[in-house]
């Protein structure tokens, strides 16, 4: 299994910019596709984003389209979301996932980070 720490999370005014990290350990996670969930007080854990194995194909809620870009990097071993235009909305944990090329569901997770985005 893949070890997963999000970092970069923090309060930043509507309209400004996160660049939240995810550092995996344990295995590359060229063996993973990787995406980002979040979860808002009160709401259920919601998919944001996703890039597949190869960092050729990315995938987004329609919320973030135009605002996020994930991507990452297999030779360090980290994902990036890249979130532009943030509104108090965005307000959540982030939560860093892997799955498996093989498997149909997000097995590994890491601990959140939080975004607060203030109006």
């Known amino acids: 299994q893949v070890q997963l720490v999000e970092s970069g999370g923090g309060l930043v005014q509507a309209g400004g910019s996160l660049r939240l990290s995810c550092a995996a350990s344990g295995r590359s996670i060229t063996n993973y596709h990787m995406g980002w969930f979040r979860q808002a007080p009160g709401k259920e854990r919601e998919f944001v984003a996703a890039v597949l194995w190869s960092g050729g194909s990315t995938d987004y809620t329609d919320s973030v389209k135009g605002r996020f870009t994930i991507s990452r990097d297999n030779a360090k071993n980290t994902v990036y979301p890249q979130m532009n235009s943030l509104k108090p909305e965005d307000t959540a944990v982030y939560y860093c996932?892997?799955?498996?090329?093989?498997?149909?569901?997000?097995?590994?997770w890491g601990q959140g980070t939080q975004v607060t985005v203030s109006s």
């Open positions: 996932a892997a799955r498996s090329l093989t498997a149909s569901q997000w097995t590994c």
